[in-house]
Every structure is written in C-alpha cells, then in structure tokens.
C-alpha cells in the first residue's frame, strides 16, 4: 500500500513514465502544460493591441481556409474547389468531438522599427523614407525570428509529444512533418546574418549581399513543399484516431497555439516562402536610388522568383501524382494514356450533376475525369463516375440560372429555384454522338473559376498541338467560343438527366447501351 502511494505521488510529479495508474489523458495535459511553461515570454513585454498591428507578414489568420481554396495564397499549385463538409461526408463522425472552450491566446510582440528604435540617429532626424525602409528590413528579421519560434514549438510541443507518448508512430510524424527540422537552422543562419548587420543605434545599411548569399539555402524547400499534400491527408486520416484527436484538441485550446492547429503550423514555411518576393520589393521600394544595396536587391528579387517558380512547378508535379495515385478504376477500359502522362492538375473539387448528387471533378492538363470520393481502408479514394473526357474534344457552355431542370422528372416540377442555380454544361462527341455532363457549382464565383479553368486547359492544349490540322502555326492565339445552346435532339444526351420508373432511378448515359433485366443499367457501383 505504500509503495503503490508512492508511486501515485511520482506520477502527480510528471514521472508518469512506465506508470499504469496515470491515464494518458494526464500525460497529455501534463506535456501541454510543460510546454506552456518552456514557452512562456518575459512578463515585461509590451504587448501591441491586436487593433493596432500594421504588419502582415509575422500573423497568420486563426481561422480555416476558405472552402475555395485558391491554393494561390499558397504557391501556384491547382485550384482546389473544396467543400467543408467532404471528408465528413466520407468518413464516420467522431462521437468524442466536443466544442473548444475559449482560450486565453498568447499574442506576438509586433512591435514596429520605430517603436524599438530611436528614429533620431546622432542629432539627425531620419527622413520619412528611410524610416519606412528601416521598417522594411527589420519586418524582414522580426519575421525570421517568428519563424524559427514557429517551427521549433511545431516540434517541441507536437512532434515530440506525439512520439513519446507513442500516439503516432515515428514513421507517419516523418511523413507529416517532412523536413521542417532542417528549415530551422537554414532560416536562423539569415537571422543571425541581419542581426550582425544592425548597428548600435538599430539600423541597417545594406541586406542585399545577405539576401543574394543566403537565398540559394531556399531550393531545401523543395522537398517540404512537394511532400505537403500527401502530408495533409495523413493527417486528416489520422484525425479520424480519437487520441490523435484528443492531443490536437487540447493543443489548440492551449495559449501557446495562438488558436493555430497543427496544420498551420506546417504551412507556415510555404507561407513564408511566397512572402519573400513582397518583402523584398518594400526594402527596395525604399532604397534610393544611389544606394549600392539597389543592385543586391534587384539581383535577390530576380533569384527569389526563380525560386519559388521552381519550388511551384516540383509542387505541383508532386500534387498531381499524388492525386492519380488515389484514383480508383471500375474497369481497364477507364484507364487512359492522357492521364497517366499528365504532369499539370489545373484545377479539382466538388460538383453535384443535376440529380444532386456529390462528384469530385478533376481537371488535368489534357483530361477531364469525373469521379466518385469514397472510403476506402478508411481513407479518401476517387472512383472514376464516367469515361475520361480528353480536353482537346472538350466543349463548354455557362448555363444561365433556371435553364436546368432537377432530376428531369417530378421531383424537378417541385424544386426550389435556389437549387437550379450556377450550373453549367461540358460537352463531347463519341462515336458520331453527343455526350454532356451538367455540373452544379457552390457559387456564382465557384462556377467562373471553373469555366476559366477550363478555358485555359483548352486554349493551352490547342497551343501545344499548335493547332495544326487546321493549317495554324504554333503560338498563334486563338478564340475560345463556349458551346452554343444545342436544340434537343434524339442525337444528345446529357448523362446526368433522369427519368424515374416504378423500380429505379435511371441514370441516361449512351455509353451505357445493356441493360438489366430490371430496367436499370449496369453502370458504375453506387457508393
């Protein structure tokens, strides 16, 4: 009995190492709580109301993405057209899931150069521009120093927790945090450079040689940045495991998350990496003219686009296998040549036909596929709805709100007008006959992003093949007209229309010739 009160106190104590009587729950909470303690800033900081903070490039927004996801605020990878509630339309609901209580957040010092600094140097007052490049270029190093806190705590109060306490295994934290260890000495290498750069009195003469030496350090990026989507979607795979769960929560109701989960902070480096272009163009904007930091600056600007251009193209190959990897075929007759070759995914996300049901639409560089998200070994697969649809045949109409009718049958004649808005139409032709798919998008804007998707793919497909059976050289510009509205024929089929019978619901497609003997078409399976 004293022994098993002994143990119980080292276990109140944090040892809980090896102890049976700690839950894990505690363990938990107990590594949180240390975190906290290790992470906490001097009291005598003055702290900048968050009304007041001038500067973006050291916060990021609290909140989730938006559900288009214009990955664009990212590196220039596809447009991915998401909906909110498509992994929990997939995946079974999480009965443990409970509403995050508020949390006091732990706000970032944001001081600006001239609020640290006396902005009178000797018995000189500075001028007005010299100031703002002063603020310029220590936003430059204040960010750096953001940076290296971010991803050190990523590490102390995530990686490491989650691997002591053996809530993943050390081979899915690599997957999901990739290199991120590696990015920090590289971003404290230019932070300790630009503080031996600052003078006594807080200012900086010249970055540029810095920037221009340091800035080759970035192709390291490469890697982080290519394994991200594979990343994220471990991740929320892993979500699905209520201890995972359970972890994060707790973490993000924390102080120290600055009300930021996990995901976050792994984006923060990309985040970072596309700021570096702006940041530059300030500390220049303000450089004079005579000063010799103007050729540094201009030859860092020049080095950090090419950069990130390189960093986005290997991204984005990276995205685009990572998503042909995930597609399931019903048949060997789906598979197609242009898929496997495609290197380019524009654009993808979730579109319902006109019967209201969810498909998740691929665009790639020269197909259209049209699949089905399902689950499969509890994770996120696309199984292929219909027949890929190259681009090059591909035509394109923008259907004006009213025009489509719900289901084709009774329950069109009773539909709400809200639900026949933002659809639009892709046509092709296949063996002498026209197909088309009526695609729903979320919103007005949702539905240009894809007709300008679209219309891109076309124009760069007729591009690459230089349009040459119709005598055109390549490079020459041509007009991209959208599909005018077609007279209904015996000859057209949209294979999303729906003509109801006593026993089913037939989906028309005129690839789909057979039927049952009940009526209904052995088509694709019904997930």
Known sequence: MEDERIERRCCCQGCFAGCRYFPVSLQIQTLITKCLWSLQEPCNKRVKPLSRVTSLANLIPP???????????????????????????????????????PANTKRRDSKLWSETFDVRLGHQMLSSKEINRQEAIFELSRGEKDLVEDLKLAKKAYHDPMLKLSIMTEHE????????????PLHEDLLSRLREARKPDGSTEHVGHILVDWLPCLDSYNSYCSNQVAAKALLDHKKQDHRVHDFLQRCLESPFSRKLDLWNFLDIPRSRLVKYPLLLREILKHTPND????????????????????????????????????????????????????R???????????????????????VLVITRAIAHNEQLYYQLYRQPIPVRELQWEDL???????????????SNNERTKNFFRVSFHSSSQLHSHSFQASDAFNKQQWLNCIRQAKGATESAIGVVGLGIPVGVE????????????????????SVDSPGCSMDMDTSEALASPTGCPDGPNRL
């Open 344 to 366: 380019i995914l524009s654009c993808h996300g979730e579109l319902k036909n006109n019967r209201g049901a969810k498909l998740h639409v691929f665009l790639f560089q020269d």
């Open 478 to 497: 041509t007009s991209i007209r959208p599909l005018a509205p077609q007279p209904k024929s015996m000859d057209h089929c949209d294979s999303d229309s």
């Open 63 to 101: 909140v989730k993405a938006a559900p288009l996801k214009r990955i664009g605020q990212t590196l220039q990878r596809s447009i991915s057209f998401r909906s909110e509630s498509r992994t929990e339309s997939v995946m079974p609901p999480r009965p443990w899931t409970r509403p995050a209580p």
């Open 173 to 184: 934290l690599n997957q999901i945090f990739g290199t991120l260890e590696s990015l920090i």
């Open 291 to 342: 000063h010799p930091d103007r050729q540094y600056l201009d030859e860092a600007i020049n080095m950090i686009q090419s950069i990130v251009a390189e960093i986005n193209t290997q991204t984005g190959e990276s995205e685009c296998r990572f998503y042909k990897e995930r597609l399931l075929y019903l048949e060997g007759s789906q598979r197609d040549l242009l898929i496997d070759s495609s």
């Open 400 to 414: 004006q709100d009213g025009v489509i009718r719900l289901g084709g049958s009774i329950r069109g004649a009773f």
